[in-house]
């Protein structure tokens, strides 16, 4: 299986694991994911230092996933740790760290939990062999860094609700300020937004009881 993985990740334990599993590795500078598999497969991992790093001190974790879905039909994100991890780790909010699991899962990027680089390793290598010996495609790699800002992140993970279009999103944007305060908001308080009915309250009550 031939996986492609950024040159910034040649450090990581895994991949010597993916070289016991036989992978050819190749390194690459990549602006978008950290390992390819296919045409359509692209992985983005994060160890619990990646994910406070990324979400608290670099502000880049959206964005890097927004880049990703962009680029790839099937990007995955790995998080890599013992679970919960990263409840555990450092003193943020349980609640906090869940509000941005729903953002990502509102961005439809599938989220796999493994324990360790050998794990990663071997749900990397697997889905690769799936890819390259069923679809027979070639290893195509895809997409370049998007410079959104913060606020037209928000606004792209808020109109991926359904129903709801941009314009909606900005005035729920408007009104509560964060993603976060949407999708704990009470129905009541969600029907004072200008373009926000019944329905669509429901909605956003429905999923965000879901994904907590």
Same mark, same amino acid.
């Given at each position: 299986?031939?996986?492609?993985?950024?040159?910034?990740?040649?450090?990581?334990?895994?991949?010597?694991?993916?070289?016991?599993?036989?992978?050819?590795?190749?390194?690459?500078?990549? %602006?978008?994911?950290?390992?390819?598999?296919?045409?359509?497969?692209?992985?983005?991992?994060?160890?619990?230092?990646?994910? &406070?790093?990324? /979400? $608290?001190?670099?502000?880049?974790? $959206?964005?890097?996933?927004?880049?990703?879905?962009?680029?790839?039909?099937?990007?995955?994100?790995? /998080?890599?740790?013992?679970?919960?991890? &990263?409840?555990?780790?450092?003193?943020?909010?349980? /609640?906090?760290? %869940?509000? $941005?699991? #729903?953002?990502?899962?509102? /961005?439809?990027?599938?989220?796999?939990?493994?324990?360790?680089?050998?794990?990663?390793? %071997?749900?990397?290598?697997?889905?690769? %062999?799936?890819?390259?010996?069923?679809?027979?495609?070639?290893?195509?790699?895809?997409?370049?860094?998007?410079?959104?800002?913060?606020?037209?992140?928000?606004?792209?993970?808020?109109?991926?609700?359904?129903?709801?279009?941009?314009?909606?999103?900005? #005035?729920?944007?408007?009104?509560?300020?964060?993603?976060?305060?949407?999708?704990?908001?009470?129905?009541?308080?969600?029907?004072?937004?200008?373009?926000?009915?019944?329905?669509?309250?429901?909605?956003?009550?429905?999923?965000?009881? #879901?994904?907590?």
């Amino acid at each position: 299986m031939k996986i492609v993985i950024d040159h910034r990740e040649k450090r990581a334990g895994v991949i010597d694991e993916l070289q016991k599993l036989g992978a050819d590795i190749e390194f690459a500078a990549l %602006q978008v994911a950290d390992y390819v598999v296919s045409d359509r497969v692209a992985f983005e991992r994060k160890t619990v230092d990646d994910f &406070f790093a990324t /979400m $608290f001190e670099r502000r880049e974790l $959206f964005s890097q996933l927004f880049d990703l879905s962009r680029s790839y039909r099937l990007p995955i994100l790995i /998080m890599e740790g013992e679970d919960p991890f &990263f409840y555990s780790k450092r003193r943020v909010n349980p /609640m906090a760290i %869940q509000g $941005f699991l #729903n953002t990502i899962a509102l /961005m439809r990027i599938p989220t796999l939990y493994t324990l360790n680089a050998a794990e990663t390793a %071997q749900v990397i290598f697997m889905i690769a %062999q799936k890819e390259q010996d069923l679809r027979k495609k070639p290893l195509n790699l895809h997409g370049k860094r998007s410079l959104l800002s913060p606020n037209e992140l928000k606004e792209y993970v808020v109109s991926s609700i359904p129903g709801i279009g941009h314009v909606v999103a900005g #005035n729920l944007l408007g009104h509560f300020g964060s993603v976060e305060k949407i999708m704990t908001a009470k129905r009541d308080e969600l029907m004072k937004v200008d373009r926000v009915g019944s329905k669509i309250a429901d909605n956003i009550r429905k999923i965000s009881t #879901n994904l907590i």
